[in-house]
């Protein structure tokens, strides 16, 4: 059931993201309604963080975008970090070796990997960009 509650999750944020449902510029909409939300969150350790990317560094290795490069100090140490197989996809607490199952990428890169309900491969979505 979990699955399905994802799917139409996904579905549904994947449908607000589209230029389709973009509104003209005039229009004026309602927002900060608040809600509660149930979400199941997972557990990292900041040590793995750590060693990702202290081996791979602080640029992202779909399209090589440097935060501290263009954003000087305030983008010093800025980096999301990529599980090449999707926390979500883990039956429990697992380890994992940071080195080998972790890539950092930016955040807009991170969110394309995650886009559709199947992630892409860091190599598929250089093949994009």
């Known amino acids: 059931m979990k699955d399905e509650y994802v799917a139409l999750l996904e579905d549904a944020w994947n449908s607000l993201s589209t230029s389709s449902s973009f509104a003209e510029p005039s ?3 309602g927002e900060g309604t608040a809600f509660t939300v149930r979400m199941t969150r997972f557990e990292r350790d900041p040590r793995n963080r750590a060693a990702c990317l202290a081996h791979h560094g602080m640029r992202c290795v779909v399209c090589e975008f440097d935060f501290k490069e263009r954003y000087g100090k305030l983008g010093e140490g800025f980096i999301h970090v990529h599980h090449l197989n999707p926390l979500g996809t883990m039956k429990g607490a697992h380890r ?3 080195v080998n ?12 990997l995650h886009r559709k309900k199947d992630v892409l491969g860091i190599d598929e979505l250089k093949a994009l960009v």
């Not at 199952?101 to 394309?112: L, S």
């Open 96 to 98: 994992l070796d940071p």
């Open 101 to 112: 199952d972790m890539r950092p990428v930016c955040p807009n890169c991170h969110a394309m």
């Open 27 to 29: 229009a004026e909409f």
